[in-house]
């Protein structure tokens, strides 16, 4: 935890016999709150180095074959802590050795105590609420643990403990982008509670995770992240954080109409269903408002063609509101698909369309409509005569990511750089077209 950050926040309990997150003092938007280093970590993304998390030239380690290293500085950085878990690894081989598994040894061997650190000590697992489904599939990682550690193997009881504890408690790791790549343990930062529309996020680098602010946060509030992925339907996200947490969410997010499942009505107006399902008109006189929502096309294959992309996102349309899910999803898989085929101008329209849905469901100051708006202004810099419009789209990005990443961070630099050259080009044209 960083030393300047711990006047900005308190750990109170929160009502229900846990403890939380507090701020102890107003906080500004883009505010680093705390830091921390986790108890372990353990990447999930093929070619990602296991030390830097840089994603794309990684080779594995010679002898365990698991562990992957982007080159020869981050693999003699890991190696004192790599090298025993090095040697029972390579002896386990043919075995395969999943990142929950792996995630689970590395908290075993543990230097400061292993599953008796008083950090993992302190974190609550509900075992007493995890379903018999969940114990029967972890039997399979402790198996795998208990393989892998041999004699050193902890109590049965206590793996299934800390299995818990990693269940509800770990944080799945994102790169600069947000783009999933592991997960990892970090004591401290896992009291911070759930929202789907939270007040502040993780950025992850390079091992350390940091609690930032994502708006002004009054004194006494808690300090919230969001623990799934917010861009995803009501009624999914409260399933799936009763799966895996073991709660029932009542944020406010969760409690008002669902735009993200709104469908079109004969009047013109669009209906989002609240959380027992029922329809909610967005105009208050309909002549004859939509009653059920149409029924979900299949969706697009994963390489499905431009026209075919194009064909089921124009039928989409026709039933559903911009914001549902299904327009999202399908925009989405046509913008990668132009982008995979150079094919600028056409992927702009997409991006831009993206970006009005992020902007109509308020995602205000969320990473990802921060790295939607700087795909949006790369692409228009392609584009003749969009100079000014991706000049509007870079700025906006870099004035939300220097909140949610800090403006030191390489995505904000990269973001200024590109500003500054579109700034130059823009002086030469126009010196051009003096006479």
Sequence with gaps: MAASSIETFSVDGDGHGGRTLFSAKI???????LTALPLATAVSTPMCCDTCWAVGSARKCLQCKLVSYCGAACQKAAWPKHKKECALLAKALPREVPPSALLLIRLCMNEEGGLANPLLAEMQGHQEQTSSEFKESAASILMIVAAVLGEATPPAAALMETICKVRVNSFGICD???????AGLYPRLHLANHSCRPNCMVLFTR????????????AGTPLTVSYIDALTPTHLRRAELQSRYLFDCLCPACTVPDTLMAVRCSCGGTASPDTSGVLVHSEPICASPITAAPPLPAPSAPDASERTLEQALRELTTLFAPTHMAVLTTTRSLLERLLAEGKWAKATQYCARIVEIMDALSLHNSPLLGIE??????????CDGQERLAFEALSRALEILTITHGGSHELCKSIQEKKEELFIASQMIAARSRP
């Design 27 to 33: 906080l500004k938007a883009g505010t680093s709150v």
């Design 176 to 182: 600069g982008e947000q783009q999933p790549i592991g």
């Design 207 to 218: 091992g350390r995770a940091e609690l930032r602010t994502t708006r002004t946060i009054a």
């Design 373 to 382: 708006l700087y795909k949006l202004g790369k692409l228009r810099a392609l």
